[in-house]
Structure formats: structure tokens, C-alpha cells
């Protein structure tokens, strides 16, 4: 049984950085295209941050060269470093595959911004 923990939210002020986290059991980071995605209050939720094939990253366009991707293989995690957060950026995140599987989303920790 596949489980994604994620981790690291809570309340940050503009322009300060926070970490997430996503622990994997039952399935293998490493071998797996894996992505972040958020959603906000009654907005769709969406893929920010990814590992496409090997290493190579990607990002969408709100949040690249503020937010870094990142994986430790032997701790089956993958990371995600949120730098200069604005208020736009408040929304609950979630870690799944590509393309997202339904059975795998987890709590999505709440990252409030405040102005």
C-alpha cells in the first residue's frame, strides 16, 4: 500500500522560506516521475515543482527560481524549498506522482502566508 507523508507546513510571513517534505512508503521515489502541487482556496489544484526524466527539474512559471525540487533516495523523500514566499503562495501542498494518481494524496500541510 502505496503512502505519501507530507510535511513542514505552517504559518510564514512574505518573503520568508519554509521546507516540505514527503516521505514515500510503498513505492519508489527514485524510479518514479514525482512532482508537488498545491491548491488554494477554491482554486484547482496544481503541479509547481517535478522531477521529469533522470535528474532534470521543472517548475511552473509562479514559482521557478523561488522553489527548488529536490530527493534523497535513500530516504525515499522527495523536498521541496520554498524561498522568498508571498501571499499568493498560501495554499495547501501535496506531494503525488506524474500524472497524479487519486489514491495517493495525503493531508497537504497548510502553508498560510501573511503579508
Known amino acids: 500500500q502505496v503512502q505519501l507523508v507530507e510535511s513542514g507546513g505552517g504559518l510564514v510571513q512574505a518573503g520568508e522560506s519554509l521546507r516540505l517534505s514527503c516521505a514515500a512508503s510503498?513505492?519508489?521515489?527514485?524510479?518514479?516521475?514525482v512532482g508537488w502541487y498545491r491548491q488554494a482556496p477554491g482554486k484547482p489544484r496544481e503541479l509547481i515543482a517535478w522531477?521529469?526524466?533522470?535528474?532534470?527539474?521543472d517548475y511552473a512559471d509562479s514559482v521557478r527560481a523561488r522553489f527548488t525540487i529536490s530527493r534523497d533516495n535513500a530516504k525515499n523523500t522527495v523536498y521541496l524549498q520554498m524561498n522568498s514566499l508571498k501571499p499568493e503562495d498560501s495554499a495547501a501542498y501535496y506531494c503525488n506522482v506524474l500524472p497524479s494518481t487519486p489514491r495517493y494524496w495525503g493531508q497537504g500541510p497548510q502553508v498560510p502566508v501573511s503579508s
Open positions: 510503498g513505492i519508489i521515489f527514485s524510479i518514479k516521475s
Open positions: 522531477f521529469g526524466t533522470g535528474t532534470s527539474t
